[in-house]
């Protein structure tokens, strides 16, 4: 059986891609599908959220192993038949570092493998992809999104740091005097050979 998978770009513009793929295949041979479609570059870090239905993120699967132990889950240990369990099924796919590119996947058909065909394979593109990542702003990101941004309970470390002064520390506290150390490294005393 073939899923045919759209991925969205998460961006202020419609952008997406159907790509076809194996249910046998992983989630590793999704992540090329989807760099190939988008034509994305580089070998950046990415991962897989696996979403319920609200969209409330059920088990992340990295790309590569990040556990202290080494036997975390990676994403080629992640058949698509088990992300998508059903069709309408969505996955959250973040992909990169500095630039982080979000995408969204949901399984929209199930059809026969075609003969003679390497997938995954792109079938249909709509949209143009940026140059640059999408980002995110506090208001474009609520508390109903995936991902939703922290509440910032501490405060601005800038707005903390400018109100607090050094002005009001009392010169006194300080020890100045200066003590007998020899800094000439160079110059041996020889009363200590």
Not at 83 to 108: N, P, R, S, T
Not at 133 to 153: C, F, H, Q, R, Y
Not at 169 to 178: A, L, S, W
Request: contains cysteine.
């Amino acid at each position: 059986m073939i899923y045919k998978i759209r991925v969205i770009l998460d961006a202020k513009d419609d952008i997406f891609r159907d790509v076809e793929i194996k249910e046998k295949q992983t989630l590793w041979n999704l992540h090329l599908g989807i760099k190939s479609a988008f034509s994305l570059m580089g070998d950046d870090l990415s991962v897989f959220h696996l979403l319920d239905k609200d969209g409330v993120v059920l088990k992340s699967v990295p790309l590569e192993d990040m556990s202290d132990d080494g036997d975390g889950e990676i994403m080629s240990d992640v058949y698509l038949s088990e992300a998508f369990e059903d069709k309408g099924a969505k996955i959250q796919f973040q992909y990169g570092f500095m630039d982080l590119w979000e995408f969204f996947c949901e399984l929209v058909e199930e059809i026969d493998e075609k003969p003679a065909v390497n997938y995954p394979i792109t079938v249909f593109r709509f949209g143009n992809m940026p140059l640059k990542a999408p980002s995110k702003t506090a208001k474009k990101m609520g508390k109903n999104s995936v991902i939703p941004l922290l509440d910032d309970e501490f405060g601005s470390f800038e707005d903390e740091f400018n109100a607090s002064s050094f002005a009001d520390e009392d010169e006194d506290d300080f020890d100045d005097e200066e003590d007998d150390y020899n800094d000439n490294f160079d110059e041996v005393d020889n009363d200590d050979i």
